[in-house]
């Protein structure tokens, strides 16, 4: 399955232009909360910026060819969320409680995440922002009440602006530069996952038969 994912992965390697605008799009998408995770994303993006810089193991398809640029990549997808999160932030900050009461807000905000939502600002104040940057799920209602309870503008930025220099680019540079080596510790991952969930299943399973047994 590794080799597979990677043989896939090879084939974008070098086509920068294609991967920096896929990119640029999921990453959008991600923060309006489509569902594009966005650390998927960029964990498929960061595997063709490590194929292109190991063209011994993974060859350009003629002389020449132009590979992902690892720091080209960091800096489109910092930017790509940092953008869409201060445009997010300013639709709240804009609409204000207007915004509440929209089919937007009505389809992918309910009232339980709201209330977290508001409870988080609440609490967190200033720190909010970095808070739900990390937060996938709250990242959209998050950003965007903010801008709705009128945290400041240079709050958010360089709040916002410091969690996503500080997650984005950081797990770029990590991917390209151990992507079979951080590929292959998630493969064994899920294999240990799985086999947890089995042992569970079985001790519960078990548990339950010993009970009514009594």
């Known amino acids: 399955m590794e080799e597979q994912i990677l043989e896939w992965f090879s084939h974008y390697a070098y086509q920068p232009g294609l991967v920096y605008t896929v990119l640029t799009l999921l990453m959008i998408a991600s923060s309006f909360g489509l569902p594009f995770p ?11 910026a490590y194929m292109a810089s190991h063209p011994e193991l993974y060859p350009p398809p003629e002389a020449g060819a132009v590979g992902v640029n690892v720091l080209t990549l960091a800096l489109v997808a910092f ?24 089919k937007l807000s009505r389809k992918y905000m309910t009232d339980s995440t709201m209330g977290k939502v508001k409870g988080w600002i609440a609490k967190y104040g200033l720190f909010a922002p970095c808070i739900f940057r990390f937060t996938p799920g709250l990242r959209f209602p998050g950003h965007m009440m903010c801008g709705v ?17 500080i997650s984005v680019p950081t797990q770029v540079a990590l991917i390209a530069a151990y992507g079979r080596t951080i590929l292959s ?7 240990v996952a799985a086999v947890a969930l089995v042992v569970f299943l079985v001790v519960y399973i078990i548990r339950n038969w010993l009970l009514n047994k009594k």
Not at 38 to 48: Q, R, S
Not at 82 to 101: P, T, V, Y
């Open 79 to 102: 930017f790509s969320v940092f953008i869409s999160d201060l445009f997010i932030f300013e639709m709240g900050r804009f609409f204000g409680d207007r915004i509440l009461n929209s």
């Open 38 to 48: 966005e650390e998927v994303t960029i964990v498929g993006a960061a595997l063709t």
């Open 185 to 191: 510790f998630l493969s064994k991952a899920k294999i």
């Open 149 to 165: 309870l009128g945290i400041t503008r240079m709050r958010f930025m360089v709040m916002d602006g410091f969690a996503a220099l």
